[in-house]
């Protein structure tokens, strides 16, 4: 499916079929090789462990076309690192660095013509899955495995791109436990987010922002990205062992010090949030997403922002971008130029 050069500027955060995708098996306790597909389907058995147990692991990152037209995949190593975390967590072999990258490069090469243009505000969404294919019937991990890498094109994760949205405060639902599976990026920790998500989107909200789970006091993260408020010079995200450690937000951090902000990894109280100039949600798909709004519904309180994006997080989005695009000396070494 050709994508017109009219159409770029216009594509939303959906799967769009594209060439080729890219899967390894491990079978008998190894890896195999990286194999090319062009099919969109995958023959999976009906006692798999991904499809009962939740042996469902998955990474998204990005890929870019400079200015330059050479194309720059952000920070892949962390990705890399992340998905065997989540392997170790819930018992699924970890893929060895080689085929991660080797997967990563055959499958954006396969699929050059769906890398958007520089200046489209698009970018090339990547998607390594990690499931469990051996068949179990008792609670166990499976014994086969598929690693596979496919590819979207894709535009902002939220139609309004670099605008203000309305957040929902959910305390009726915990997305993950504190000694849970939160940090892991796993298929169940996005189940256990899909209705408070659809609940919330039918309130008019675009995002849901979830508190700890424990004690219901403090910030933890958003439905699909982490959470950041900006005080003054300081930019403040949440610690908790129950959210995803976001390689968007590390990245911000590092820029918030490099502009000369200071940073604050902690512990957030919700009352704080009556304290911020400026919130946002951050991750790959959401990139920078400015918060205009967290309303608190079941404590009857309402947080406003200013309803366009506040100047540190202006600037900070526009740091990131300019590294991811090419257009800024990489000085953190964060792009794979390829
Ligand atoms: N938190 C959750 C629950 C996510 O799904 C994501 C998306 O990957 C993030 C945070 C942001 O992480 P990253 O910046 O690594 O994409
Ligand atoms: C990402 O930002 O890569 C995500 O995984 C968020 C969402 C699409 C689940």
Redesign the pocket.
Known sequence: MKILSEEWGKLPFAYHKTNYNVRCYFRNGKWGIVETSSSEQIVIHISATALHYGQTIFE?LKAFRGKDGKIRIFRWQNNWERMNLSARGILVPEVPREIFEEALRKVIALNEEYIPPYGTGASLYIRPLLVGTGAKLGVAPADEFLFTVFVSPVGP?FPTGFKCVDVKLVRDVDRAAPLGTGRYKIGGN?AASLASGAQAYADGFKMVLYLDAKEKKYLDECG??NFFGIKGNTYVTPDSSSILQSITNMSLRTLAEDIGMTVENRKVPVEELAEFEETGAC????VITPIKSIHDVEQNKIYTYPDKPGTQSVKLYSKLQAIQLGDENDKFGWVTEL
């Open positions: 998204g994760y996005y699909p990205a991750g790959t798909a959401a």
